[in-house]
């Protein structure tokens, strides 16, 4: 097969598009030719020799993935070959075949194209897995999104909003931020001119945010802190800010409040295999019934994966920027 290799850490020239050896299935596994991924900050970071693969994983950029099935493992039922499928990956997306345990793997949403479908199961599965299974958002609570023009962003503004919650984002330009409203945010906040920390209390009469995603890290540390409710779950999923900060304890305290720190690629097969079945419960009906859609930037050729990892660096996009593997080699 072909995949994107990284030749050495550094720049996005370091992405080939490449012969190969295929994937060899396992037990438990199921090989999907691969029509579609997309571009995540991971992918970035790998290639820059920031994030290693998993023990085990496909040393190829790529956590996510739609495709066609064509072939599985010894055990597996509930797939067979020629199934429509999305997958959540460790890593190997950014390639013609990937192999990935059948527990990650969930039948392509009725209404999704397979091409749009190549950038849902990332950014699904994290906000699924943070601001509900684990924050527990609800209904008549308040949600603040940091960078919320990004896939994770537009993912999570269109999944708190059908919940029924009042959705705040931060994002850093005019368009981005009418581009959050338009998918159901109630504030946006430009994060160059405003101060976050003042506008959430203002919205919510001094209460404050009841969940904060943030993608930022040490930068928005104590300003996330602040902005919290009591008994507020500030939930911490990037580093984009830098990696070491203070906290102020005692507004912590103060709060009954807390801050967890996540990641997705990592966790065991098993965890994953339970996110993929409860975002699939949860948000595949919303697709079917088009009141949720993965909000697409561009999609480019998979052996432009240099140009689409550019795009995504220079944080000028809205939304996912997609790989078309069987557009390899394509003009334009």
Not at 208 to 225: E, P, S
Request: some cysteine; overall charge negative; charged content about 20%.
């Amino acid at each position: 097969m072909r995949a994107i290799t990284i030749a050495e850490p550094g720049g996005p020239e370091q992405l080939v598009w490449t012969e190969v050896p295929d994937p060899v299935v396992a037990a438990g596994e199921v090989l999907i030719q691969v029509t579609a991924s997309a571009v995540n900050r991971a992918d970035i970071m790998q290639r820059m020799g920031h994030y290693s693969p998993p023990p085990g994983a496909s040393p190829y950029p790529g956590l996510e993935c739609s495709g066609r099935v064509v072939e599985v493992g010894a055990g597996v039922s509930g797939f067979v070959p020629g199934d429509e499928v999305v997958a959540l990956l460790a890593g190997g997306g950014y390639a013609e075949l990937v192999a990935v345990p059948a527990g990650q793997v969930a039948p392509l949403p009725k209404g999704m194209s397979a091409i749009d479908a190549g950038g849902l199961m990332e950014t699904v599965c994290t906000v699924w897995s943070n601001v509900f299974m684990l924050a527990g958002l609800t209904a008549d609570q308040t949600l603040l999104v940091h960078g919320g023009s990004s896939g994770i962003g537009t993912t999570a503004i269109q999944l708190a909003h059908e919940l029924g919650a009042q959705v705040i984002v931060t994002a850093g330009s005019a368009a981005k931020l009418q581009a959050c409203r338009d998918l159901g945010a109630d504030v946006a906040v430009n994060y160059r001119d405003e101060d976050f920390v003042e506008r959430v209390r203002e919205v919510t009469e001094g209460r404050g945010a009841d969940v904060i995603l943030d993608n930022m890290g040490a930068a928005y540390l104590n300003r996330n802190v602040d902005a919290l409710a009591v008994n507020g779950r500030l939930v911490i999923i990037g580093l984009q800010g830098g990696v070491k900060g203070e906290v102020n304890l005692n507004t912590l305290l103060r709060k009954r409040a807390s801050i967890s720190a996540t990641t997705l690629r990592a966790r065991p097969s098993e965890e994953k295999a339970q996110i993929v079945a409860a975002a699939r419960d949860a948000v595949w009906p919303l697709i079917e019934q088009g009141r949720f859609r993965v909000v697409v930037d561009r999609v480019l050729p998979i052996d432009r994966a240099a140009e689409a990892q550019r795009v995504v660096e220079d944080s000028g996009h809205v939304g996912k920027v997609l790989l078309d593997v069987a557009a390899a080699g394509s003009a334009g």
